[in-house]
């Protein structure tokens, strides 16, 4: 099994152009980084830029150091921070904007995440901006 997974890696492979292969790690971070309120299956981006999901997935983590959903749930994090520094949006608004079910599984990933709960970060990013 694992020579036949070998030579499929290898037809597609020799079927990417030079392009293609230098720039599947950019096209894979643009393509999690989109839609990050909508679930999108890792197997259909690893389609998308011509692996299979073992490979795919093997390289990225080799690439990056994280897995792509890691990285997904970081970009939706990222996001959620900017909309809490610049925006005065509730929190509950922010969570459904990033495709978060509720509130409560919204606070308990960024937490995770951030080091403490959106409420609190968005406390202490006013507070340093009004210091500076």
Known sequence: MAMQ???VYLHQLARQSPDHQENWLDQT???LSQHLDKRIKTQQVAEQVGMTYASFRKRFVDATGISPGQ???RQRIQQAQEQLADTQLPIAKIAASLGYPDVYNFTAQFA???GMPPGQYRKLWQWNSTIK
């Open 29 to 31: 971070r643009d393509l």
């Open 71 to 73: 990285f997904r749930i």
């Open 112 to 114: 995770r995440y951030a």
């Open 5 to 7: 997974q070998l030579m």
